[in-house]
């Protein structure tokens, strides 16, 4: 039995199904109608919702697939015979059965959804460790943080404080600084900054420590390597003394590494070629029986010389990394305090711990506290678990199989592509191969058919894959994850066969010739019919997403750069963050200030002026200020604090997370004062939602998970398919992806092995550095070498097979190089075809169409050119201080009530002005009739005031007051002073009075000037 969706009735439990699945084959369809063949089947042993588990990789990826087998089960319910018609096969189940039955199983998964069990490997391992802490000796109320990186930043920056003031200090920041600099890439900047440098360092030996299947080893080699270096100079000297009474027939080259080993120059003999001739031959008859004596002689001990080397450099190999491990095990400490400080777990902690646990056979344990056992197991994308993550499953899965149940793993080995992760491919190959499970013996399948690309695209990427790549030097790497070999052909579909075009361009990173190629392909899409969105641009890094979309801009191209869809780049969404880290730590000044300076605030509350709080936040950084920032406001400010902080203040830790943040939302009244973040907004409310939906109920458990980036998509907005624009995104944000044009930006692969490699010895793990000059000197070096030479060359492979195959029916490959010889410009097949043959729709897209004509800009606005006039601080301080109160006044009474409530809650005496002085020039002032007039509510009148307008160059204006009736517009302007630079003013206020025209295109627009201290008005327009 081969096929990937084999009917019940040839099941035989237990079972260990792996699917191999090239792209667009439909996978996750597959593993989706597995799930569902096994809840409605009667022939499945152990189906109740409880006892099946469907494990993804990411927390959009398990929403989709939750939606997918709801929306299936709908469809079966509701008699959709196409549906029904699909799967009566597979559940042995009569058509008239079936309906009955979906229903039944919608309705107890809606019942009961907690049992409904689709979820991140991440989420269902943190599930085992919270239900089993107890077995670690951790008590409740902790949270577990899925990646190191927010905590380990923080506990290096501690450590670091510790470590200026060691005195062996510096010797290991430049040891870390070396490292990293020897790492760098060509793409990379120079890290100006060491620190920035040191902690990305420390960060990567960490992940590599923390995925290590044994305990880290850090061998003490000073003694070894100061006697390599001995016994090495010894032998240097020996050959030295031979080769220079014969110096004419020694070569220079071989002299000059001996000189530099005999000065102690070790290392740089270790970098250069290695030396297997110790004596050139002779020219006259004398001279080569002189060079035959001597070799005879020198040949042994240049032998030697290099056994030598070869020792030495291992060492050297050996060495590289201990500074840094003995930085780790010193920085542990600083850790495990933050740790149990903070009471937080991480995730690489929580799975180590729980893969010692789960073999010493607890499993039936675990299954008591989890409340059910688990008897099917569906994994997709099997192919990105890493060793860690597999360990821990195998003894369930195990357990599983062995009590009648089954595995499902679905996944391609093609496509792994997070192998700096820690995701390794050879787990799904070896579990395809080998009898893992002793009860069930695996069955591999195969989904042959790609449904996603035309003809032409299919046979580009076999040609790359199975023609060019095995005649190349990276042949073994093609055929170590399948790319040689696979089988795939194009599924039934439309007569177009596609159309895939190749341009080799050369290299120019100041110019980039590249983005004009596709600003000339897009257009050219758009010509022949494509509308914006079918087209998406594919590259491999984040800058460069960057770059392209800015191009486009340029070109006055609509475009969607995946990253800007993450809500935590929205401003709103940055402050309310802010409040939360706040309300978690009241003592965060940064926090708190943030708030205060935020629109978040001021939208909200007008009654402490933004010059007030930057006051306040001045003092209170001054030198021996140690009071926490709360206390002052609210101290100063009780009406605000009691209105917007107190309560939330108080209730954190009672609430529910998801109650806690909508209580905060609606104190902010963020959905009223921001409708344009509206998006933003639900999405924060549904990223909370799925958060506890994992189990962990903690604020700060979520402001780590918000601060950490390593899942990014369950902070994205969904992609806005109403939206015609062009998508930009990096290949590892397109897996899984379609779409009808794609062009693909293929810069040089850089298969440089840096950083630390893992090698096995008997004292656990050690971490080497190997370079490709060491791996030819020392023979122990080049099999590690090689093996990681090869990892680094599959995981480019598999990057550009997913790159290529997201293109559904055109493909635009770049190959941008220095050289054509270059990979992976010389895998391209020659054969592409001619841009004059660029299919056609038949139909021009429509340029009327309505469309956000910028949804991207990087472009920096020119700054508008300044004239300063001399004003001494006191006059400054005034004018600015009776703007912001003309501000807080939105209408006036008889009274003059809202000025005088203004200038009580501003109080003018702590800016040092006179309260009577403000009040007289004030209410002077607004005693005019023409001023009064535009502080008097009208029926259908509004007000703007210190209201921001962006114009189209995107420069940001403030104005100061606008007053706007049913059709009229009048833009007041505030000045104090005199009137000397009226002529710059009117400009002023006629471009305020153009923006507005804009805004409100039917209205009769004014411009006034008041002069505050003059009691004077000048109409501008």
Request: negative net charge; glycine residues 4%.
């Amino acid at each position: 039995m081969n096929s990937p969706l084999p009917p019940v009735s040839d099941i035989r439990f237990p079972q260990v199904l792996v699917v191999s699945a090239s792209a667009g084959a439909g996978k996750t369809t597959a593993l989706s109608r597995r799930y569902i063949e096994f809840l409605l089947s009667d022939k499945v042993p152990n189906n109740q919702l409880p006892n099946i588990l469907a494990i993804t990789f990411t927390n959009n990826a398990a929403a989709e697939m939750k939606r997918k087998i709801l929306t299936e089960l709908k469809l079966i319910a509701l008699g959709v015979q196409d549906l029904i018609a699909v799967m009566v096969p597979l559940t042995g189940l009569r058509s008239d059965q079936i309906s009955i039955r979906a229903g039944n199983v919608l309705d107890g998964i809606l019942e009961n959804y907690t049992d409904f069990q689709v979820r991140t490997i991440d989420s269902f391992l943190s599930n085992i460790f919270t239900a089993s802490a107890i077995e670690f000796g951790i008590a409740p109320g902790f949270d577990i943080s899925l990646t190191h990186e927010d905590v380990l930043d923080r506990a290096f920056a501690e450590f670091s404080v510790r470590l200026a003031n060691d005195p062996d200090g510096s010797a290991i920041i430049r040891t870390l600084t070396d490292l990293a600099d020897e790492d760098r890439k060509r793409d990379d900047p120079y890290a100006w900054d060491p620190y920035t440098a040191v902690a990305r360092q420390v960060k990567k030996l960490y992940a590599a420590v923390t995925s290590l299947p044994r305990d880290l080893a850090i061998p003490e080699l000073s003694a070894d390597l100061a006697r390599a270096e001995r016994e090495l100079r010894a032998e240097a000297e020996y050959l030295l003394d031979l080769l220079q009474n014969s110096a004419q027939l020694a070569p220079q080259h071989l002299l000059k590494d001996l000189k530099d080993i005999q000065r102690g120059d070790f290392a740089a003999v270790i970098d250069r070629a290695v030396k297997t001739k110790a004596v050139k031959a002779g020219t006259t008859k004398a001279e080569k029986e002189e060079a035959k004596r001597l070799e005879a002689a020198a040949a042994p001990m240049l032998e030697r010389v290099n056994s030598r080397l070869s020792a030495y450099g291992l060492l050297l190999a050996r060495r590289a990394y201990v500074p840094a491990a003995r930085v780790l095990v010193l920085l542990g400490d600083t850790l495990e305090e933050m740790k149990r400080r903070d009471r937080i777990v991480l995730l690489d902690d929580a799975v180590h711990s729980l893969l010692g646990w789960l073999s010493t056979g607890v499993v039936p344990d675990v299954f008591i506290k989890l409340g059910d056992t688990i008897y099917h197991f569906l994994i997709d994308e099997f192919q990105d678990t890493s060793p860690a993550q597999w360990e821990t499953l195998r003894p369930l899965i195990d357990n599983a199989v062995s009590t009648n149940g089954s595995l499902y793993a679905v996944g391609d080995t093609k496509q792994s592509i997070y192998g700096f992760r820690g995701a390794d491919w050879r787990i799904m190959r070896q579990l395809m191969t080998t009898t893992v499970f002793p009860s069930a013996p695996p069955v591999a399948a195969t989904l042959n058919q790609n449904f996603r690309s035309r003809p032409a695209i299919v046979n580009f990427v076999r040609a790359v894959f199975h023609d060019i790549v095995p005649s190349s030097s990276w042949k073994a790497a093609g055929e170590e994850s399948g790319l040689s070999v696979y089988v795939q052909e194009s599924a039934p579909g439309p007569p177009s066969t596609g159309h895939v075009e190749v341009q080799h361009i050369v290299r120019n990173d100041e110019t980039e010739p590249e983005l004009d190629t596709v600003v000339e392909i897009v257009k050219d899409c758009r010509a022949r019919g494509r509308s914006w969105s079918d087209i998406a641009i594919l590259t491999q890094a984040n800058a460069r997403v960057v770059r392209i979309a800015s191009a486009l801009n340029r070109a006055d191209i609509p475009v969607i750069p995946q990253s800007s869809l993450d809500i935590r780049h929205r401003r709103i969404v940055a402050h309310f963050l802010a409040l939360l880290r706040f309300l978690d730590a009241p003592v965060d000044h940064k926090a708190l200030a943030t708030v205060l300076l935020s629109e978040l605030f001021t939208r909200r509350d007008r009654r402490i002026s933004q010059l007030e709080v930057r006051r306040m936040l001045f003092e209170h950084a001054q030198p021996g200020q140690h009071r926490p920032l709360y206390m002052t406001v609210r101290e100063r400010y009780r009406e605000v604090w009691e209105e917007l902080f107190s309560s939330l203040f108080k209730r954190v830790g009672f609430l529910p997370l998801y109650d806690l943040v909508a209580e905060a939302m609606k104190t902010f009244r963020v959905f009223e004062l921001f409708p344009e973040e509206e998006g933003s907004l639900v999405r924060l409310l549904e990223t909370v939602r799925a958060f506890e939906a994992t189990g962990n109920n903690s604020l700060r458990a979520f402001i780590v998970s918000a601060e950490e980036m390593s899942d990014v998509t369950s902070w994205e907005l969904p992609n806005p398919s109403a939206i015609d624009a062009v998508n930009v995104m990096t290949i590892h944000k397109s897996k899984g992806l379609g779409f009808p044009v794609t062009i693909v930006l293929l810069y040089p692969f850089e298969t440089k092995i840096g950083g630390p490699v893992p090698v096995m010895v008997d004292e656990g793990v050690e971490l080497w550095r190997v370079r490709k000059k060491l791996a030819e000197r020392v023979p122990e070096i080049r099999p590690v070498y090689d093996e990681a030479l090869l990892r680094e060359q599959v995981d480019a492979l598999n990057r550009l097979y997913v790159a290529l195959t997201r293109a559904r029916e055109e493909m635009y490959v770049l190959a941008i190089a220095d050289d054509p010889a270059d990979e992976p410009a010389s895998f391209l097949p020659a054969s592409a075809d001619d841009p004059s043959h660029r299919p056609r729709l038949g139909v021009t897209a429509k340029n009327d169409e309505p469309r956000v004509t910028l949804l991207f800009n990087d472009t920096v606005s020119p700054l508008p050119e300044t004239t300063f006039e001399v004003l001494n601080d006191r006059e400054r301080r005034r004018g600015e201080f009776l703007h912001a109160l003309l501000a807080e006044v939105e209408w006036l009474d008889v009274t003059n009530a809202s000025l005088e409530n203004a200038i009580a809650r501003m109080r003018p005496e702590d800016e040092g002005l006179s309260r009577d002085d403000v009040r007289s020039t004030l209410s002077a002032l607004l005693d005019r009739p023409d001023v009064r007039e535009l502080f008097t509510e009208r029926p259908e009148r509004t007000v703007l005031r210190e209201q921001e307008i962006i114009a189209p160059d995107g420069a940001v204006h403030r104005l100061d007051r606008a007053v706007i009736d049913a059709d009229t517009v009048i833009v007041v302007d505030f000045k104090t002073g005199g009137t000397d630079r009226e002529t710059e003013y009117r400009r002023q206020v006629q471009g305020y009075v153009n923006l507005l025209q804009e805004i409100y295109p039917g209205k009769t627009m004014r411009g006034v000037l008041v002069y505050i201290d003059r009691l004077t008005v000048a109409v501008v327009a």
